[in-house]
C-alpha cells in the first residue's frame, strides 16, 4: 500500500513540472516606460530614443530563478527629434529597417547581485545579427497604483558596439578621426503593469 502511494505521488510530481508558480507576469506599460541610448557624434553626444515597444516579465523579489524578460523593439520608432536624421537611421546604412524590422530580447539567465541590482543575460538580436548580452538591472520594486493595479518597475543599463551587429556606416573627418562612434550607451526604463491572474 505505502509502496503504491509513493508510485502514485512520484508519478502526479513527474507530470506537474516546476513552474513560476507565485511569480507575476507584467506586461510593459509603454506610457511609462522608455527605451533610449546615447552615442557619440563628432564631440558631442546624440541621444535618441525607441518609441515602439512590447514585452513581458516575470518577477518575484529575491527569486531570479523565476524571473523571465522577453522584448520587441520596432527598429523604424527610431527618434532622434530630427526627422532627416531619423530617416537615414532607417535606411541600408544603419538599422534597414524594412528589412530587419525587429530588434529582439529573450533572457537566458537572472544572477541577483543584491535586493536592489542584478545582471540579466539574454540573446539580443538586431540587424539579423544575435548575440549575448547583460543588463546590468536596478531594481525599484512592487507597488499598487491609485486604482489598484500593481506595478513594478526597473532600470536596464548596457553598452554595445554598433559594429558588433554589422551596423558599420561612417564617416571620416578632415582632422582625422570619424564622425560617428561605435559605443552605444542604452538605458532602458520599464514600468510593468502586473496581468490578472
Known amino acids: 500500500m505505502k509502496k503504491s502511494l509513493f508510485v502514485l505521488t512520484l508519478a502526479a510530481l513527474l507530470a506537474c ?10 506586461d510593459i506599460d509603454l506610457d511609462h516606460s522608455t527605451v533610449g541610448f546615447k552615442i557619440r557624434h563628432l564631440l558631442s553626444n546624440v541621444r535618441g530614443t525607441f518609441d515602439r515597444f512590447s514585452g513581458t516579465l516575470t518577477f518575484e523579489p529575491g527569486k531570479p530563478e523565476l524571473w523571465k524578460v522577453e522584448a ?3 527598429s523604424e ?3 532622434t527629434n530630427v526627422a532627416e536624421r531619423d530617416k537615414h537611421l532607417r535606411s541600408a546604412d544603419f538599422f534597414d529597417a524594412e528589412k530587419y524590422p525587429a530588434i529582439t530580447f529573450k ?3 537572472v544572477t541577483l547581485v543584491d535586493e536592489q541590482h542584478a545582471k540579466v543575460e539574454g540573446l539580443f538580436s538586431m540587424h539579423g545579427v544575435e548575440k549575448l548580452v547583460t543588463l546590468d538591472v536596478e531594481i525599484h520594486g512592487v507597488a499598487k497604483d491609485p486604482w489598484g493595479n500593481v506595478r513594478a518597475a526597473f532600470t536596464a543599463t ?15 573627418l578632415e582632422t ?3 564622425l560617428i562612434g561605435e559605443d552605444v550607451q542604452v538605458t532602458i526604463e520599464i514600468e510593468g503593469l502586473q496581468k490578472e491572474a
Not at 161 to 168: A, E, L
Open 17 to 26: 513540472p516546476i513552474s513560476s508558480a507565485g511569480a507575476a507576469t507584467y
Open 72 to 74: 520587441v523593439i520596432q
Open 77 to 79: 520608432s527610431i527618434n
Open 107 to 109: 533572457s537566458t539567465n
Open 158 to 172: 548596457t553598452m554595445l558596439n554598433r559594429k558588433d551587429f554589422g551596423i558599420v556606416y561612417n564617416q571620416t
Open 176 to 178: 582625422g578621426g570619424v
